[in-house]
C-alpha cells in the first residue's frame, strides 16, 4: 500500500500495485481486516462446522463448506474502510455494492483423504434460467474474486493456489460469446489447459489480510498438509453493471480486459 492514504486519511494502493493487478490478476492487502475481527469471526466459523479447535480428533473431513454469514462481525469483515477505498480503486467508485457478508468458505483441515475439490477453475459470474453458471466478457455478476484469510495461512496449511496472468487469457475465448456469455464448465474445460503455462503462487498470509482478484483469474484449492486449519471465504464483490470495455477511463479490471484482448 502506498505511504500517502487518500484524503480521508485511507491507505490505497500504490501505483505499482495497480499495475501488477492488471498483469498479475491479484493484489493482497495486508491487515485488511483488524486482525481481532478476523479471530471473532474465525470462532464463529468454528461454532459453524461442527468441529472443535481444540480437538484435532474431531476434524474428520477435509474439507467443511459453510454458505454464508451475515453477522455484524463479517459485515464488518467485507466492509472495512479500507477495502471500500480500495474497490473504488480496482472497480470504481460507485461501481460495486457493499456486500451485506460473506461466503461461501471452504474451511480446511489437515488430512490424508483427497478433498476432492481442487480442480483449476476460475469462478463463475452469474447463474442462468436454466440453472447454469455463466461468464460474459462484461464479467456479468462479478466485479472481483476476493480471497478472505480468517487464518494464519503458510504453505502447507492449503493456500489457494493462482495462476498468475491466467485472467488475461479468457478475454479472447469470451469475447466471440457476446453479452450471452460461455457455460462456466466447458469455459474452465478450454481456459484450464490454455493458461497451464502460467506461474503458480500461494495465497499465504496473516488472518485478515484480503486478496482482491481479477474476475476470470483461474486458482484452485489444494489438499491441506500443514497443521493449522485454513479458514478463508472466497466472495464475488457484486457490480452495480456491466463493465463498460470503451469508456474513456476503463478500471483497473477493464484495464486487464483490454489488456487480453489486445496483447502487447
Ligand atoms: O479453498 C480454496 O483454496 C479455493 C476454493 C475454490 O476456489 C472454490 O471452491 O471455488
Known amino acids: 500500500m502506498t505511504d500517502e492514504p487518500n484524503p480521508q486519511g485511507i491507505p490505497m494502493l500504490s501505483d505499482a500495485e495497480i499495475d501488477s493487478f492488471i498483469t498479475d490478476g491479484f493484489v493482497r492487502v495486508p491487515g485488511a481486516v483488524p486482525r481481532g475481527t478476523a479471530e471473532g469471526c474465525r470462532t464463529q466459523l468454528w461454532e459453524a462446522s461442527g468441529y472443535s479447535a481444540d480437538d484435532p480428533g474431531s476434524w474428520i473431513e477435509p474439507v467443511v463448506r459453510i454458505g454464508s454469514m451475515a453477522t455484524p462481525a463479517f459485515r464488518e469483515a467485507a466492509n472495512t474502510s479500507e477495502l471500500h477505498a480500495v474497490y473504488d480503486q480496482l472497480v470504481g467508485a460507485g461501481r460495486w455494492r457493499a456486500p451485506l457478508g460473506l461466503g461461501t468458505f ?150 486487464a480486459v483490454l489488456a487480453g484482448l489486445n496483447p502487447l
Open 106 to 255: 471452504p474451511l480446511r483441515f489437515p488430512s490424508e483423504k483427497d478433498p476432492g475439490d481442487d480442480g483449476w477453475h476460475l469462478d463463475a459470474g452469474w447463474t442462468a434460467e436454466t440453472g447454469d453458471y455463466r461468464v460474459n466478457l462484461r464479467s456479468r455478476g462479478r466485479a472481483l474474486l476476493m480471497l478472505f484469510l480468517f487464518s494464519d495461512v503458510g504453505p502447507d496449511d492449503a493456500p489457494t493456489r493462482i495462476r498468475v496472468g491466467s485472467h488475461l487469457d479468457l478475454p479472447p475465448l469470451l469475447a466471440p460469446a457476446g453479452e450471452e456469455g460461455r457455460p462456466w464448465f466447458p469455459l474452465c474445460a478450454e481456459a484450464v489447459p490454455l493458461s497451464a503455462h502460467r506461474r503458480e503462487v500461494a495465497a499465504t498470509g496473516e488472518a485478515g489480510d484480503v486478496y482482491l482478484c481479477h474476475p476470470f483469474l483461474i486458482h484452485a484449492a489444494q489438499k491441506h498438509g500443514g497443521d493449522t486449519p485454513r479458514f478463508l471465504a472466497q466472495p464475488p464483490l457484486e457490480p452495480t453493471d456491466l463493465l463498460n470495455l470503451h469508456g474513456p477511463a476503463p478500471s483497473p479490471v477493464e484495464r
